[in-house]
């Protein structure tokens, strides 16, 4: 099943949006039976735009394959918990535009690890219908026992996993089509000192997006 993210929406038919999709939220992997692809995905902006980029890497050698970026009007002002309406619609834009196939998506942000268990990760995964993986530098919500995130229940939402080489850490977290302990090893198996490798592309390039748009304009310097 694949949803829409609606950019015209109050804060609560947002929150009510949530609450119903995350029902739909799979944490059973769907991997595919050769996986050969990682697509990291990351967002940023600048004088009232959204810079998304999507990289499409090699999962064996970690080799950049493809690189897409789009700019588009931010919609959405920032909420927090509500980043996939302010984030989702640029982001999947960027990521179709790769036109790749099987694949797994990590998504800088929270999946499961999230206040409705439904966060961007999880919005994207959907959208996608496709495994998706969310990479959170941060927490979000729950409580940290060791290297295990739990909500309120005592439910493991999330993983802490520490950088190679670094006192940094990031929380990993189901988006969709994939378990906790599947996620673990995939970001795991790109991790670098500054994370995920396919994530790092894309800030990169959205990083260098807002140079350039910035250069481009110094008026707003």
Excluded at 14 to 38: F, G, H, K
Excluded at 117 to 126: E, H, N, Q
Aim: net charge positive; proline share 5%; with cysteine.
């Amino acid at each position: 099943m694949r949803i829409r993210i609606p950019t015209k929406i109050s804060t609560q038919e947002a929150i009510a949006l949530q609450e119903r999709l995350a029902t739909l939220v799979s944490e059973i992997s769907e991997l595919p039976s050769n996986l050969t692809r990682l697509v990291g995905c990351d967002a940023s902006y600048f004088e009232g735009k959204t810079l998304a980029a999507a990289t499409l890497i090699d999962y064996k050698n970690l080799h950049t394959l493809k690189i897409k970026m789009v700019v588009e009007r931010t919609r959405y002002p920032y909420v927090p918990g509500l980043l996939a309406f302010r984030e989702g619609p640029a982001i999947l834009h960027a990521t179709r535009a790769l036109r790749a196939k099987s694949y797994v998506c990590l998504v800088d942000a929270h999946g499961l690890a999230h206040p409705r268990r439904f966060g961007l990760a999880c919005f994207v995964g959907l959208a996608l219908d496709l495994p998706t993986i969310g990479v959170a530098k941060s927490l979000l919500y729950g409580s940290v026992e060791e290297n295990r995130v739990l909500d309120e229940k005592g439910n493991q939402i999330a993983e802490l996993i520490s950088l190679p080489a670094s006192r940094k850490a990031i929380y990993v977290s189901v988006g969709h089509k994939v378990s906790l302990k599947d996620a673990v090893e995939i970001v795991k198996h790109c991790l670098t000192t500054r994370g995920p490798v396919p994530i790092n592309l894309a800030h990169e390039q959205v990083t260098k997006g807002k140079w350039e748009i910035k250069k481009s304009n110094p008026v707003s310097s």
